[in-house]
């Protein structure tokens, strides 16, 4: 890597993430001097109109993803639709010279670009996901929507026992009690980017197992590429 790092961060929600790339950055640059690594976000969504964002909203029955609006405000999208606009994005951003684009969204097919690493957060943690529960009694799963819990299923198949809750980290749910469903694992993921630290510590206060979070995985894994 040159002496600066440049970072792509891309959200399949609205930029800034306030409540998502700081976290990281913060993990990301320990060890690092100061000013070595400069980063822009990018947000599929990014300067919709109202009736645009409709527009990609899911429909009933349809693959989805819960993000996140500049506002604040929770957002559940078709997933057809949204990885339409992030591949076309992505192509953009392959043209501007960052050393990496980290994808901020744990669910998403992507294409590959001709110039630049893609960290894909999706098939980091998937990736952990499969590999510790090879030796886990029992996986519990924290997902940010209801309707993801059986599309979880249909990417992974466990040899073990596992269970999986829904929260999300936009709308106001209380994660401790839904994580509290997931007493007698013996290993948890919160397996959206959207959980925080904050969450990860009710989580961890509401059952007595290790926790996974999947924004401090995918940061570890950028710090040891820059």
Known sequence: MPSTSRIAFVTIGQTPRVDL?????????????????????FGVLDGMSPSELDGMRAKDGEH??????KS???????????????????????????????LLCTGTKIEPLENT????????????????????????VI????RQVRDFNERHVFSGDHGIV???????????????????????????????????????RAVDAPVLLSRRVVAGVVRQMI
């Open 166 to 204: 829904s929260a999300s980290p936009y709308a106001g749910d209380d994660i401790g009690e839904r994580a509290r469903q997931l007493e007698g694992c013996d290993l948890i993921v919160m397996h959206c980017m959207g959980y925080s630290a904050d969450m990860l510590d009710e989580v961890r």
């Open 143 to 146: 997902v940010p929507l209801e």
């Open 117 to 140: 690493l893609v960290v894909e957060a999706q098939r980091i943690v998937d990736s952990t996901v499969e590999a510790l529960a090879a030796s886990a009694r029992k996986l519990g």
């Open 64 to 69: 989805s993803f819960a993000t996140r609006l």
């Open 72 to 102: 604040g405000e929770e957002i559940v999208t078709s997933k057809p639709r949204t990885e339409e606009k992030l591949n076309l994005l992505l192509k953009e951003i392959d043209r501007q010279g960052f050393d990496l684009i980290v």
């Open 21 to 41: 790339v700081p976290e990281m950055m913060a993990e990301i640059a320990i060890g690092s001097a100061e000013g070595s690594i400069d980063f822009r976000e």
